[in-house]
């Protein structure tokens, strides 16, 4: 099996046409600027990304060992996909819970590291700034590596903070930036629509792009799951609109036990109902497309 064709394949049909081919520097820019990238002279109001949330667990739904302890779930083949959705979207976001456990790079490798203009641009949520000075993703800004300035998400005004933070000197190299999104109320949670209205902050739209994967962890998948944007009026006053467009949820025939992390699931009356567009089987895993949708009906069985 052609496993790099077929993989292409399969995403060229699951997303939107315009999407389905990895970012270049124009239609990124496009984007952000409200233009849309087919390179028509109209000009449409900026629309939020597209989102994908995407994980691997375990057949016990399980995205982490004891006390959070990173797994490799994903199969070779799994992984490839994660590495091609990640070259796909124009930004890339995880929680500083994850960057904290897991230091992850959140780089494009196919398996090679892809060059920079094929690399979404990092986002953490971090509301305190406890992004740690030995974080990958700031040594990847720092040599080349990752797509810059990575955007790091603070609710609070933290110009003082950022000066104590080890985030102060990329900071100042122009590696980071630090931008400011309300928090939801009576919590220091970013609130997630005003993530992702086009109107919070250039800089943040900018590096949003067209298209957003948020790869974790635990509490932000379920805080991106849950999250809904007002209908727009055509819709019926009742429907509320998922945040997350696509969710793609690898399953690795692997059983991790009670002891490891799995998603903090909400009440079903905070969740949206999963339709599946596509499943389908990727090496030893199998891997499900769906699209949340959330409306009166949702929660009937
Ligand atoms: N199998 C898989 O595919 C993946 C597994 N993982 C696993 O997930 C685990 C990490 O998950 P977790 O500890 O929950 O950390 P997260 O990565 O989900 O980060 C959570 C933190 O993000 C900040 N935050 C800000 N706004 C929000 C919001 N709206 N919703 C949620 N969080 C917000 C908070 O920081 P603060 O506390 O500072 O306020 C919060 O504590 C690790 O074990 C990791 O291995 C991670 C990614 C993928
Ligand atoms: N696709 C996938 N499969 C798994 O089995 C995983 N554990 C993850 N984890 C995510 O990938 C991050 C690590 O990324 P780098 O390899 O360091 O770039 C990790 O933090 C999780 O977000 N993903």
């Not at 993703?137 to 797509?147: F, I, Q, S, Y």
């Not at 793609?248 to 999963?274: F, K, M, N, Y």
């Amino acid at each position: 099996m052609d496993w790099d064709a077929h993989l292409d394949h399969l995403l060229a049909q699951v997303y939107p046409r315009e999407l389905a081919t990895p970012p270049t520097a124009s239609n990124v820019a496009a984007a952000a600027s409200g233009h849309s990238h087919s390179h028509s002279t109209t000009t449409r109001p900026p629309t939020k990304p597209f989102v994908t949330l995407t994980w691997a667990q375990s057949i016990d739904g399980k995205i982490s060992g004891h006390n959070g302890h990173q797994v490799v779930l994903s199969g070779k083949q799994s992984m490839l996909l994660s590495h091609k959705l990640r070259r796909l979207h124009d930004s890339i976001l995880v929680g500083v819970g994850t960057v904290v456990n897991d230091n992850p790079s959140l780089t494009a490798r196919l398996p090679d590291l892809l060059p920079l203009e094929s690399q979404p641009t990092p986002i953490v949520l971090d509301p305190t700034l406890r992004t740690p000075a030995s974080a990958k993703l700031l040594e990847n800004a720092r040599t080349g590596r990752g797509k810059v300035p990575i955007i790091c998400i603070t609710s609070h005004d933290q110009d003082a903070a950022v000066e104590r933070s080890a985030l102060a000197e990329a900071n100042e190299r122009g590696e980071v930036e630090i931008v400011q999104v309300p928090a939801e109320a009576g919590s220091t949670r970013i609130s997630l629509p005003d993530l992702l209205d086009p109107s919070m902050d250039p800089r943040l739209s900018r590096a949003l792009g067209r298209s957003l994967m948020v790869e974790g962890g635990a509490s932000v998948l379920s805080s991106f799951l849950s999250a809904t944007v007002p209908a727009p009026s055509a819709t019926p006053t009742d429907e509320r609109v998922p945040l997350v467009d696509l969710v793609i949820v690898t399953v690795a025939p692997t059983l991790i036990g009670r002891e490891g992390v799995a998603i903090p699931w909400l009440a079903a009356d905070s969740i949206p109902r999963l339709e599946p567009i596509r499943t389908e089987v990727v090496g030893n895993d199998t891997v499900f497309f769906c699209r949340p949708v959330w409306h009166s009906t949702a929660l009937s069985v």
